[in-house]
């Protein structure tokens, strides 16, 4: 059973900065493909980040490069989204999601997927 669980969601002015956290077990770190996803209201999931357990190559939607980070932490079980230059339109519901992926790409369909975690909430105010 893949468990995920994420943490670190706030509120911050537009230009902020948040680190998100993704926690799982070691073995679903290294054999799974970690994606962000994220949600705001009236608008459909989509796709921020990606990782590759197996590889740790990255990707992200074109909307967050350059200020998003995705990255692993095998000592503390966690993948972490960097965020940076926070924008009133990042404000969403943010989902780590697993799948055994050999590869990834952000701007795939969240229905790959196979395994969620509840959602942090992050707000950015201008």
């Known amino acids: 059973q893949v468990q995920l669980v994420e943490s670190g969601g706030d509120s911050v002015q537009s230009g902020g900065s948040l680190r998100l956290s993704c926690a799982a077990s070691?073995?679903?770190?290294?054999?799974?493909?970690i994606a962000w996803y994220r949600q705001a209201p009236g608008k459909e999931r989509e796709g921020v980040a990606c990782i590759v357990g197996l590889t740790g190559s990255t990707h992200y939607t074109d909307s967050v490069k350059g200020r998003f980070t995705v990255s692993k932490d095998n000592a503390k079980k966690t993948v972490l989204l960097e965020m940076n230059g926070l924008k009133p339109d990042d404000t969403a519901v943010y989902y780590c999601?697993?799948?055994?992926?050999?590869?990834?790409?952000?701007?795939?369909?969240?229905?790959?997927?196979?395994?969620w975690g509840q959602g942090t909430q992050v707000t950015v105010s201008s």
């Open positions: 999601a697993a799948a055994p992926l050999p590869a990834c790409n952000a701007d795939a369909p969240s229905g790959i997927f196979d395994y």
């Open positions: 070691a073995s679903t770190l290294e054999r799974y493909t």
